[in-house]
């Protein structure tokens, strides 16, 4: 099929976006999307960009492209105690792009927007020069002054993360075929596989974070250096105990083979788990409600006085992850 | 300078835009923004992406650039009836990208912002593979349930059209040196350029397109192939008289030396004008209100029934757009 044959905008969207479209989002058929927050509710816009060969790669499905630029910005919302409420995308389309990928984009993208509860709401579409980028704008809704702030953790909070670190950091390595993935079961491969191609958010905790947390972010840059962000922007520090970071099995047992790897866990990119500080007295009831909406959660360490980078104890040993985390940009 | 030398993420966002930030934006120093509409309001959010070399070219001032990206979106909400209210930034970067540029583009971005009172409250910075990329989300707000529509035009209405139109598509000309820029005057070529360079969204008349308009829409991809999406999604045709469609003093002379200009005028995008159908009995209040505005106004033709593409009357003929429509697309 030539470029002649395919349709133009207006075709592309009646045909692959407009099924998507949510409320407010007037069949796709205006330039501009309408949103109004519930009452006693305020909005939360976020937006994340996603480039072929630095955010995934030419040879991921269209589906797990979608997803992954939805997932990050749902993410984002979610670390914000927030409700996804929709989403824009902008997608710059290379010249070689067919209606077959588009369709298994949209049909992808359709799937990820039913399972975060976020839909489409408008966008616009244009010709790249390179590579295939995407701009996801994501909304979403939060009891009005509850937003749980990056900038509001407290000494002595307890700092906890939800699911495992690392995997998808594994994940995106394991393409390589390094020796250590021979020790790992195929279903640990394929979990490590997974966890890159497909960030998970933890949106179901949104309501327990607004509820339990002084402060929390999203980890999308390697735990060490978005907790190093975070204690930065506080002024204050922070102690990890290195063996209570959540492993998944895959992870660990890589680790066992190639003990660096942990470091590479524990600064890679793209875990998409909510990092979280909580005031001790408050961590029990936040344990039983994250395990009640099935989020996985772990005590980590403290936040405690000082400038430093934080510091991740071993045992007989301690590291710093200086300039380590791991950068889009 | 070398690229290690560069600032990284964190440390462009505090130098960069930052000091951009509006109130909701938490001094750039979350990833996510907080946005409440006035009581009594709703939100509307648009998204526009600008691709080098297809919307503006590499010779173009950073601050230029910035400036239309803006712009750009700025003219879709006020097109809705919207005022901005702020708007959020990714920037995919080429690895060839110098701090004086980017400081250049901070600074125009933020004149804009403050030109078109719509403040920086979040974005993204990331690499881009290929050329510079922007996308701009922008929310506006407008009294709740009064978004004008593109879909409700209706049969009888009277057409009107903001500013000049074919400015920019002839400006764009204009870079190559044809004949019929040597019968403009400096200034009338300066006029052009500037045109294609900076749009001049017209927020200033969202109040009364909200108090008269049946339906509007802004015009980035010319006025024949905009207008006739306008008319095929509310299931009608229009009549535009020809020799009302306003034109600056320098295309009506470009007009003159070589006839098919016109053609160029009415199908060129970029205008970034505002389209908008009025029912004749507010025509002149609307045209009393755009005047204290500040905003030219100019009645180009009719709503009428039909499902043609609309046709543009001239002296002696007709003319219908078909495919003529520019698209970025």
Known sequence: MTSRERPNEDGLIARFFAPLAGEGAFGLKDDVACVSPKPGHD??????ALVETVHFLPEDLPASIARKALGVNVSDLAAKGADPAGFLL??????????????????????????????????????????????????GEVPTGRMV?????????????????????????????????????????????????????RHHLARALRTHAHAAMDVSDGLAGDLAKMVRVNGVSAVVEADTVPLSPGV???????????DLAVTGGDDY???????????????????????????????VQGHEIPVFRMRGSERRYDAGSFSHF
């Open 252 to 262: 660990q047992k890589a680790i066992k083979v190639d003990p660096g790897l942990y």
């Open 273 to 303: 788990e909510i990092l979280c500080t909580v005031p001790e007295k408050k961590l029990d009831s936040f344990m039983k409600e994250a395990d009640s909406v099935g989020v996985m959660l772990s005590a980590i360490g403290r936040i």
């Open 43 to 48: 909005l939360l816009l976020t937006t994340d």
């Open 149 to 201: 702030r990056r900038t509001t953790a407290q000494v002595g909070d307890v700092i906890c993360v939800t699911g495992t670190i690392g995997d998808a950091a594994l994940g995106l390595k394991l393409r390589k075929a390094p020796a250590w993935a021979e020790s790992l079961s195929p279903g640990e491969r394929a979990h490590l596989a997974d966890r890159y191609l497909h960030p998970q958010p």
């Open 90 to 139: 902008s997608l710059a389309l290379p010249e070689t792009w067919t209606e077959e990928w588009l369709a298994a984009f949209a049909a992808g993208l359709g799937e990820a927007a039913r399972d975060f509860a976020c839909p489409l709401l408008g966008g616009d579409t244009v010709k790249a020069r390179g590579a295939l980028t995407l701009c996801v704008t994501a909304i």
